[in-house]
C-alpha cells in the first residue's frame, strides 16, 4: 500500500475480523487469546501493507495463514497438544428440552472426538468443515500439498467415524489405547 487508504483498512478489517477471530477461538477455545491472535493477524497486514510486503491477493487467506502461524507459536510455547474445537455443530432454534440434552450429548461426543485426531487432523476439519474453506485453500494456509489435505481429511473422517460409531461402553475402554494410535496418525 503506497498510501495507507483508511476507508480500504476498514473495509478489510470489517469484512474479515469476525472470521479471523472465530477460527483462532475454535483452534484454541480462549476468547482472550482469539482476540489476540485475530489483532495480531492484522497487525501483521497493515505492517505488511505498509512495508509494500502485503498480499497481492487473497486477503483472507493470508490472514487465516498468519492466525495459523500464531496458533501454532502459541501452542509451541505452551505446549499444548490438543486443539479444542469449540463449535456449535448442531444447531436449532428452539428445540424441545429431550432434543436439546440429545443434541447436546451428541456434541460432546463430536468435540471428544475430534480432541482424539491429531493436531493436523483437526486443523483440516477446522478449516474445511468449519471455516468452509476450498481444499487450495486448507492447503494454502498449512502451506501442505492439496494431496496432503485429502490424505488428512479422509483421514480424519474414516477416525472420527470409527471412534463414534464405537459406542460410549466401548469407547471409554478404547479411549486411551485408540487416543494414542490416531494422535499417530496409526489408525
Known amino acids: ?3 495507507f487508504d483508511s476507508d480500504a483498512w476498514s473495509q478489510i478489517f470489517d469484512k474479515h475480523y469476525e472470521r479471523v477471530y472465530r477460527y483462532a477461538y475454535r483452534r484454541l477455545g480462549d476468547h482472550e487469546a482469539a482476540q489476540n491472535i485475530a489483532s495480531d493477524s492484522f497487525y501483521r497486514l497493515l505492517v505488511a501493507f505498509q512495508d509494500g510486503n502485503g498480499p497481492r491477493d487473497g486477503v483472507l487467506l ?9 496458533v501454532i507459536d502459541l501452542y509451541r510455547k505452551s505446549s499444548q497438544q490438543t486443539i479444542p474445537l469449540e463449535e456449535t455443530l448442531l444447531k436449532d432454534n428452539d428445540p424441545l428440552p429431550e432434543e436439546a440434552l440429545v443434541a447436546g450429548q451428541e456434541q460432546e461426543q463430536v468435540r471428544t472426538a475430534l480432541q482424539l485426531l491429531n493436531p493436523d487432523q483437526q486443523e483440516v476439519v477446522a478449516l474445511k468443515f468449519l ?7 486448507v492447503a494454502e494456509i498449512m502451506q501442505i500439498s492439496v494431496g496432503a ?4 481429511q479422509h483421514r480424519a473422517l474414516a477416525n472420527l467415524a470409527r471412534i ?6 466401548r469407547q471409554e475402554r478404547g479411549s486411551a489405547e485408540a487416543e494414542g494410535r490416531i494422535k499417530d496418525g496409526v489408525e
Not at 63 to 68: D, E, G, I, P, S
Not at 164 to 169: I, Q, T, V, Y
Open 149 to 152: 489435505v485429502k490424505s488428512l
Open 164 to 169: 463414534l460409531h464405537r459406542g460410549p461402553a
Open 1 to 3: 500500500m503506497q498510501a
Open 62 to 70: 493470508w490472514l487465516y495463514r498468519t492466525a495459523h502461524n500464531l
Open 131 to 137: 471455516e468452509g474453506l476450498e481444499n487450495v485453500e
